[in-house]
């Protein structure tokens, strides 16, 4: 029988279907959840991808993949919870484009049961999420990232600065775009308004998901200029080995 809870809450998985009926999440099932593909070692250690198999004779926890010897990025260590395909791309969209803001809590969540695994020993500072353009802000009606931000803020006990780095420009989306079409929309596009908010202090950025980086980095760029004295990157999801760039 449907009540009048179905309406807010809807019964259906938004991934698979499946009744939620009993489901301890809004919007997602149990066996969905449980099948969201986290990140596990071995990792690059500066930004975080996956390696499919540990580095041939490198036992070492600090080897780095060949972008970031490469192309050193400007931050010093990016993490995500996941990996961004099958379930948690769809949570992720379904919280994005379709504003359930349900759904930010379970996810900041996840944000904090990996908190310590991804960053002891590092002493943070303070949280920043990566910004929306106010004109994007009102096409999605809400902020995930600083959303995310403020949960994990809370519980973690590490207080967020939510405009501490505004989007000064608006840049067009940054799907569809290759990697140095991404470095070039983004430049120029964050300004730190409130250097005394991050100067020496270890910064760690939130936002939703870690595709090429572009925009992370020039976030990071901005906040280096500022004064930071550490820039770290904690996402959702991440897209792995081989994914497009
Ligand atoms: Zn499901
Ligand atoms: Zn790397």
Known sequence: MR???DFILPPFCCVCEASTTGAPIPWVCRTCWDN???IKPPLCHQCGAPFAAPPEGIASPLHRCETCLSHPPAFAQARAV?????????IIHVMKYRSVYGLNRPLAQLLHHQFAACWTPISIDVLVSVPLHRRR????EFDQALALARHLSQAVQIPCEAEALIRQRYTQSQVGLNLMERDQNVRGAFAVQRPQAIRGKAVLLIDDVYTTGATVKE???VLRRAGAEWVGVY???RVGAGAPH
């Open 235 to 237: 996402t959702l999801a």
């Open 36 to 38: 969201i593909p986290y």
């Open 3 to 5: 009540t009048w809870l």
């Open 137 to 140: 802000l009102w096409q999605r």
């Open 219 to 221: 976030c990071t760029r």
């Open 82 to 90: 996941g990996l961004y395909h099958g379930t948690l791309q769809h």
